[in-house]
């Protein structure tokens, strides 16, 4: 009798999981495709020590087909210690429509990213700002494939990123990517926004100012996950997010698994911090992990029954199908030929990342820095 109450729950419980997914893939729906109109706009970058891959990210926004006189890009040397000034200031040189911005002191309340974001914005002139990360690269229709998603009831767009593929650990990362945001993108096409990633992001500065910017988001470690929810909760705005390739942006893969882990753990805690929607996701998705991992043992020992065949197969469809829902941004074949990889590596940092958290750890490490979320 126990074990048939534990296999209705555990089969029950997978559903959930399914029915979870098939709504994500749902809210996974059209495009931007708005009228084409060309406000002001700002592109606020914050680098810290980024002396490395600084000049790429510039040179792809200095190849945007946008207007040259509706657009201003205002860098932030958020107080390097490599060459990452000296690096924008030779390539902005003879630019009047680059600005670089020098931050020497220490922020006060806030991490050092979101105080960088709030000096350039304070130094912006756009209607519409947007951001992505100085190791990011984006495409020549960036900007207006961006600003096309706004109507009158948007205060924010956010777009999908993927890191470039050059090794076995960066095709993990890249469908990892695609998985993540795809949730994130079905949650806000259903409009119940939940999180996004701050490499693609853009925002009307009305709203900006409405919600008071960083100050009024307070100390948090995922400033784009706070802006989003803030829009979201305290203004009238909506949320879209872009599933354009135009609006794509490339990004550096984690290059070993400490850097993978310090990147995870912020993305765990800020999600945590998301909502009680994130939670019960974050909480379903453990759960579910470890009945997947329990099949795959016991099946291997004892052979595959209806009970762990049944949860496998409704755990690896259900991930099969956000993925695919979004396969038009990375190559099918990619998608099929790392899809079971891929469910191996998302179980192990799933258990590992799920007990970490429940052990208690608020600690990260980002950009040389130790942040405690409390």
Known sequence: MTMIIITIISLSLAISYLILALLVVAGNQGFCNGERNYPFVS????????????????????QQDYPSD??????????????????????????????????????????????????????????????????????????????????????MVAGFSLPVIDNAFSALQALDHLFLIGIASGFAGSGIPQSCIGNNIAFRRTVYDEIDGYDGIGFTITEDVGLLRKIYEDTDYG???????????????????KELVKQRMRWLIGGEKAGALIKSVLVLTFIVVILAMISIVSGIITGFSIWEGSILAIFLGANLAILLRNRHLLNLNTIIRWFLPYQLFFMFYTVFFGLLFLLGSQRVSWKGKIYNQE
């Open 239 to 257: 949320i879209k997010f872009t599933r354009d390739n135009t609006s794509l942006v490339s990004t550096r893969a984690a290059g070993n698994l």
């Open 70 to 155: 509706k657009c201003e890009f205002i860098i932030i040397n958020d107080r390097s210690g490599d060459k990452t000034e000296e690096r924008i200031e030779n390539f902005i040189s003879h630019k009047p429509n680059f600005k670089l911005i020098s931050i020497r002191d220490d922020p006060q309340n806030l991490t050092g990213k979101a105080n960088a974001m709030k000096v350039g914005i304070k130094e912006s002139k756009g209607k519409i700002i947007l951001s992505t990360d100085a190791d990011c690269e984006v495409p020549a229709s960036w900007i207006s494939s961006m600003v096309s998603c706004f109507d009158a009831g948007t205060g």
């Open 43 to 62: 592109v606020v970058i914050a680098a810290r020590n980024e002396g490395d891959s600084i000049a790429q990210c510039l040179y792809s926004l200095e």
